[in-house]
Structure formats: C-alpha cells, structure tokens
C-alpha cells in the first residue's frame, strides 16, 4: 500500500517536471527581455527566485488543471477545439491574475480601493504590461499546443520523435 503510494507521487512528479522546467525558463527569459528594455533606475517587481517559484507553481496548476472535466471540454471533437479552448480559458485567468496582483499589492500598501484601482489603469496603460501579456499568450499558445499533441500522440511516441535517431 505504501509502496503503491510513493510510485503513484514519483509518477505526478515525473509528469509535471517538463511543464515546470518549461515555466521556469520562459518567465525567467521574459522577466529578463522586459529588463533589457527597461531604464536602469525602473522599479521592477520580481526576482528571478520568485519568477522560478511561479514557473514551479504555474506549472503544476496547469498540468493539473488539464485533468478537470471543463478544460478538457472537447474530447471528441478535432484537437483544434480543445487548443483553442484552452487558449482562451488560460488567457483570461492570465489576465485576471496579472490584474488582481497589483491591485491587491497597492490595496494592502495604501488601504484605499481607489488608489489601488489607479494603480492598476496606471499598469493597463502601460507597454510593458502588455508586452509582457504578448510574451505570455505567445507561451501559452506554445503550452497548449504541445501539451495537446502529447496527449493525443502519447508520451512515448512524443519521446521517440524527439529523441530518437529514426522517429
């Protein structure tokens, strides 16, 4: 019984392992892009360490998200419903996320709603908002794709066709 339970976890982190490695890596390089374009006295709000932990908290919210009844949502249709859906799905709670962080971090520092609120059209108006939401809808996009492909042509097939010499 205990050994079925250790397997069983060993799996869940093997599987979870390429969705968090790929997160890590990805906001690190567009925490690092939107430095590069940044002022050498811009205020930036994140650390690479924080950055590693929401790849790993990110990465493991979506693979298990990918399991519930409304993200698989068509099954039996072409796989490019499901792609799609994902897509949306995954933008929206993206941007809602990306939305609801500063308002939270100004609300708790000021304690006024209206300060926290234009704070947050501040962001909104802002080029580096969105040109980190671009980074990040282009590496959903690229999330959803290969994770849909994996799923329908199987781990194993996916491994051979990436690391074998005749796929």
């Not at 205020?43 to 908290?57: D, H, K, M």
């Not at 799905?89 to 006024?112: G, T, V």
């Not at 042509?153 to 690391?163: A, D, P, S, T």
Request: one cysteine or more; hydrophobic letters at 55%.
């Amino acid at each position: 019984m205990k050994h079925a339970w250790i397997k069983r976890l060993k799996e869940e982190v093997i599987n979870i392992i390429p969705a968090i490695i790929y997160f890590i890596i990805a906001f690190n390089l567009i925490h690092f892009t939107i430095g590069i374009g940044q002022i050498s006295d811009g205020i930036r709000y994140y650390s690479y360490f924080s950055l590693t932990i929401g790849g790993l908290i990110v990465g493991i919210v979506l693979i298990k998200a990918n399991n519930l009844p409304i993200i698989n949502a068509f099954p039996h249709k072409p796989l490019i419903y499901n792609i799609i859906w994902k897509f949306i799905l995954y933008n929206i709670f993206i941007i809602l996320i990306r939305m609801l962080e500063p308002i939270l971090r100004f609300l708790f520092k000021y304690d006024s709603i209206s300060i926290a609120w234009q704070f947050c059209k501040m962001m909104l108006a802002s080029p580096i908002f969105w040109g980190v939401q671009m980074w990040l809808v282009l590496v959903l996009f690229a999330f959803v794709v290969f994770s849909e492909f994996t799923r329908v042509i199987g781990k194993n097939r996916v491994k051979q066709i990436l690391f074998s010499k005749n796929p």
